[in-house]
């Protein structure tokens, strides 16, 4: 008993020790540029200012009212389970908790339906989404059912790992974690990502020659870069690197293309090279791996003070919920660890963007209008940027160029 009581703070620090541990062997060991001392005043007006802290306000509130739901949901779940429902679907026990998985979704995704409509609509108002009603509900409607059919297929595996490995399903379950991240890399892009947009190659054209002029000089195999209609969505604009092997890709916003001057593009494009000449998907991979396994010990040991019981019958559907929220306070925790490392990444993208296009007041201009396109905040709070923050702030990112611009 006091073995088993002592196994949930081992795997605290066994968890703790990992992503540290992670963080540390994977972090970026060169191009990170230490930022000049800069202010928000300094580059942003203050009615743009303003503007940023009234919209990234309240939806900050917003987001974290969205995730105290689904917290409360899966805490009232895991602690009043419908039982009677839970003992039907039982009979066949995988089945079963493929349903209960794919329906515990879906509330989900319902509790949280008003808070993310209130969101929806002060972007509409504050001018940076460009979708009606009919649209965006469409939208939603189509990551719940895909949201379901991967909780679905995550539920039944799960429950099959805890009734076959009933001891240790953690270690069984980390080689899936790490297995579910590369297929999602690979497949997302061709899979999921195009019922939402449509992507496509980027014509022959100034653009794609500078794009490709750019990738010759960082060495780097660019795979295929596409252009995505963004703005049916959004007046943001962004760009991004994702895929893996044939699949690999860099995805620039259409109205990042059209609104932004060359300058600027050839410093979202050289950022992006960045992360392939650094092979920084793999490293996000290898994160993954090293931390998986001590990450499902948590979730595991998590789950059985929460009542999961590991010694009498073989667990059925009702053994979900607290599996789903011991997976969910577990994963909470790791995505804000695995954001420190994710901000060194970006970076060191950051460095290597300077380096290739040696522009930075493109570069400064760039984050400058990024900022204010996506009406971000330039300087957030500092315990939001820690646990949700997957890039430096803007700040952050004017400072770096400045102090490549001062050294030279």
Do not use: C
Request: proline fraction near 6%; charged fraction near 20%; glycine fraction near 10%.
């Amino acid at each position: 008993m006091k073995g088993h009581r002592a196994r949930l703070p081992a795997a605290v620090l066994a968890t703790v020790v990992a992503a540290g541990v992670a963080t540390w062997l994977l972090r970026p060991r060169s191009g990170i540029i230490e930022p000049a001392p800069v202010t928000a005043p300094d580059y942003f007006s203050h009615a743009q200012l303003e503007k940023a802290h009234d919209y990234r306000d309240t939806q900050r509130v917003l987001g974290l009212a969205g995730l105290a739901l689904s917290g409360g949901v899966l805490v009232v779940v895991a602690t009043a389970p419908p039982r009677r429902f839970l003992a039907r679907l039982g009979r066949r026990p995988l089945l079963g908790g493929a349903a209960a998985g794919a329906g515990i979704s879906f509330v989900l995704v319902v509790v949280g339906l008003p808070v993310a409509a209130v969101a929806h609509e002060r972007s509409v108002d504050f001018g940076l989404s460009t979708q009606d009603w009919g649209p965006w509900l469409a939208d939603q409607g189509k990551s719940a059912a895909i949201e379901a059919v991967f909780a679905a297929g995550g539920a039944a595996i799960g429950l099959a790992l805890v009734r076959r490995f009933r001891r240790n399903w953690w270690a069984p379950a980390a080689a899936g974690v790490v297995a579910i991240g590369v297929a999602s890399l690979w497949l997302l892009p061709v899979v999921v990502d195009p019922l939402f947009n449509r992507f496509d190659k980027l014509p022959p054209g100034r653009l794609r020659s500078e794009v490709l002029g750019l990738a010759k000089r960082a060495d780097v195999d660019v795979g295929e870069v596409y252009r995505v209609d963004a703005s049916r969505r959004t007046t943001g604009a962004n760009a991004y690197v994702n895929g893996l092997g044939h699949t690999k890709r860099v995805v620039l916003y259409d109205n990042l293309i059209e609104d932004f001057p060359d300058p600027e593009v050839r410093a979202v494009v050289a950022h992006e090279l960045g992360h392939e000449h650094h092979h920084d998907i793999y490293r996000g991979l290898a994160w993954l791996a090293l931390v998986a396994p001590a990450g499902t010990f948590l979730a595991q040991a998590l789950a059985e003070r929460l009542g999961l019981d590991r010694s009498g019958a073989k667990p059925g559907p009702e053994a979900l919920p607290v599996l789903l929220l011991s997976l969910a306070i577990v994963g909470f925790a790791l995505g804000s660890a695995s954001n420190v490392l994710s901000r060194k990444v970006e970076a060191s993208a950051d460095g290597f963007s300077l380096q290739l296009t040696r522009d930075p007041r493109a570069d400064i201009g760039l984050q400058r209008r990024l900022a204010v396109r996506n009406v971000s905040d330039p300087d957030p709070p500092r315990l939001l940027q820690i646990l949700f923050g997957t890039h430096p702030t803007t700040v952050e990112r004017i400072g770096f160029a400045e102090a490549w611009a001062r050294k030279r």
